[in-house]
Structures are given as C-alpha cells and as structure tokens.
C-alpha cells in the first residue's frame, strides 16, 4: 500500500557510531533525501544527550518522519522520541551491533541498499511493531530490543567503566574479568502478576530477538504479537555456562535444560545482587524495574 509520501525529514546522525568508523554514512543519507526533494534537517551533535535534545526540539517543532543513523542506542534515541506518536521511526544501520535493523530485515553493512529501503519505504505505510516501556524509580523510557539483567549486563556494566581499549575488544576484556567471579544471583521474577524465584545466571526480557551483534537470545521472539519473551539461564557451573553461553549466537541454546522461555505482557525484576539493567544497550538502572509491553506503539520505515 502507499502511504503518502513525507516531506519534512529528520535526520540524527551518531557520529561515534562504530568507534567513527562509519562518518560519511549520515551526510550521504541526507544528501539523497534532499536529491529525492525532502526537506531535510540534518542534526549531528558531539555527545549524545546533545544530539538527543536537539532531536526531541526537532520533533516537538513538527516532523514527518525522524531517521537515526548509527547502531541500536541511536534506535533507543528514536524509539523513545516517536513511541507512543504517529511519527514513523527510519532506520540507516552504522553502528556495532545493528541489532534491530537486523530483526527488522534492513540492509546491514551496505550503505547504497540502505539508502535505497529508506526512500523506497518513505512511499509505504509504516509497519506498526510493539516497543516496552521500563520504569526505573520515577524515570520510564521504551525499549524495543532487548533488556539484560543478568550477566551479559554485568559486562556491559564494566565495559562502560573502562577507558582503554577504545574498540570493541574492550568488551572482550570485560567479559573475562567477569568470568573470574561468575556466579548465581538470586531473582525475583513477578510475571503477569505472579511471583516466583530463581537462582540464575542470566535473565533478559526480550520484544526482538537479538542483542550484541546477533546474539540470538530469544529466537522464537516476534515484534508485533503484543508478548515479550523472558529468557532465563538457570543456576549452572562456571564450566556448563562456558559450553552453553556460546550457543546464543545461533540460537541453538533453547534446548538446554537450565534455559526458559516465558511470554508475558509485564514483567517486575528483582534482586539484592547489584545488577544494573541496560535496554537497547543503554544504561536503565540497578533492579528493580518494572517492564511493561505496548503492543503496536511504534512505527518503522521497512
């Protein structure tokens, strides 16, 4: 079907995306959206909280459409700008782990097919996909990927911490720091209204199916069937979740017997460890948080 075609177009640019590997990216989708005749407002600021102002006065002022380019905390600055509105949200995948360009079906590590799918798309209805909201304390935000409680957020914890190295072998490092001290943590779990505890290593509350890069944490993971999809690795030895931990990235972990899928509509994570969550790879806050799906709350250009 075709959608009437917008005119005024925001673009974000994540001019650190990939540790900067990918600047000309953003001027290039510009320049197209203007030679395909859109008005564009192109916005590329140092840091992102000033990019996520100077987006958020963008959309206030009146847009047809908010395209980020950059990798999935670009997508988390868009979902949480048009949710819940009737701005379609476009994503140009130029980031590390492009995660939910991926669950999507857009063009990754192509910059000439991405371009093309984004004009293509601006002449289509949106597809409509559910986000989740997580309340912290007294801030909610969306999320539309995946919120990690467990041990891949401990090492997105770390990883944050460090200065040196700069590329994505800093993770690495801290994903084996971790290890040395792996260990169970004590959960709470409150799906749909029902308490219940687990001794677990991992625990993530999935609307799409991967995080990292492509690490297939909740395959069976659908983004418009108004359910999340809770993932729990239950209490393992050190060496068992060494041999399991690996099989995310074909997804072929589901059938080990300390792995759990639940659906749910809301979910309420606890625990006195000190775990923090990160949704989209950005920083919510320590448990507990309460999460929440909004089924067809958001609009994608595909």
Sequence with gaps: M??????RITVAINPNASFGHNREVG????????????????????????????????????????VVVGGDGMVSLGTNLVAGTSIPLGIIAAGTGNDM????????????????????????????????????????TWYVGVLSAGFDAVVNERANTMTRPRGSSRYILALLRELITLKPVSYTLTIDGVARSVDG????????????GGMKVAPGALLDDGLLDVFIVKKLSRFEFLRVFPRVFSGTHTTHPAVEFVHA?????????????????????????????APGVLRVLV
């Design 265 to 293: 509509r809301s979910v309420r994570l606890e625990t006195d460890a000190a775990i923090v969550a990160y949704a989209d790879g950005e920083r919510v806050g320590p448990l507990p948080v309460d999460i929440q799906v």
């Design 2 to 7: 075709s959608a009437a075609p917008a005119s």
């Design 27 to 66: 001027p290039r989708v510009v320049e197209a959206l203007i030679q395909a005749g859109y008005d564009v407002a192109m916005l590329r600021e140092p840091n992102y909280e000033l990019l996520r102002r100077e987006t958020a006065h963008a959309v206030d002022a009146g847009t047809d459409a908010l």
């Design 201 to 212: 290593m991992l625990v993530s509350v999935a609307n799409n199916v991967s995080l990292g």
């Design 101 to 140: 360009a991926r669950g999507l079906g857009l063009p990754i590590g192509d910059t000439d097919a991405a371009i093309r799918t984004l004009l293509e798309s601006l002449h289509r209805e949106p597809r409509v996909i559910d986000a989740a909201s997580v309340r912290h304390g007294d801030l909610t």
